[in-house]
Structures are given as structure tokens and as C-alpha cells.
Nanobody
């Protein structure tokens, strides 16, 4: 099994930065993709960003140019660096890990979620 745990959520003013962290443990040798999803109140869960083992990245259109996904691959730690935050970024953020490079389909391993609230 793979266990995934995220942290770093909190309250931030509009325009500010915030960085989320995620770490995986267990059968981590099988992890090929590392990603972040979010779910806002009353909305469906959406992909925010994903990074593959070879380093390629993909982002939701709504966060391009503002967010960056990075990782320390050897330590199986990945981050979501968020800048210029907007109230519409308010959501529960979930980290995700997968065992294939089909990045546009969520992997099987999820963190418990961390709340990000962006005030006006």
C-alpha cells in the first residue's frame, strides 16, 4: 500500500502566497505521478496540477502562471506553490499519487485533504 499525507493549508489574504506539501510512504517505488486536486463548496473535484516521474507537468487553466508543482523525487515529497491567490481558490486541497503516466485520471492514493481559505 501507499500512504499519502498533505499539510500546509490555512487562511491567507487575496494576492498572497501559500505552499502545500505532500509526502508518500509505503510501496513508494511504484509511484509515477504526483498531483494535487481541489474541491470547492458546491463544486466537483478538479485537477489542479500533476507532475510525472520524468518531470513533465500539467495544470488547470485557472491556475496556470500562478501555481507551480515541484517535487523532491528521491524523497517522494511534492509541493504546490500557490501565488496571487484569489477567493475562488478557496477549497479543500487533496494530494494524489498514481502508478501510471495517465496523469489526467486520478491515481489510487489520496491524502485526507487540507483546507485553504482565501479572504477578500
Amino acid at each position: 500500500q501507499v500512504q499519502v499525507l498533505e499539510s500546509g493549508g490555512g487562511v491567507v489574504q487575496s494576492g498572497g502566497p501559500l505552499t502545500l506539501s505532500c509526502v508518500a510512504s509505503g510501496s513508494i517505488v511504484s509511484i509515477l505521478t504526483m498531483g494535487w486536486y481541489r474541491q470547492a463548496p458546491g463544486k466537483q473535484r478538479e485537477l489542479v496540477a500533476v507532475i510525472e516521474d520524468v518531470g513533465s507537468t500539467n495544470y488547470a487553466d485557472s491556475v496556470k502562471g500562478r501555481f507551480a508543482i515541484t517535487r523532491d523525487h528521491a524523497k517522494y515529497i511534492w509541493y504546490l506553490q500557490m501565488n496571487s491567490l484569489k477567493p475562488e481558490d478557496t477549497a479543500v486541497y487533496y494530494c494524489n499519487a498514481g502508478t501510471s503516466r495517465t496523469w489526467y485520471i486520478a491515481g489510487d492514493y489520496w491524502g485526507q485533504g487540507t483546507q485553504v481559505f482565501v479572504s477578500s
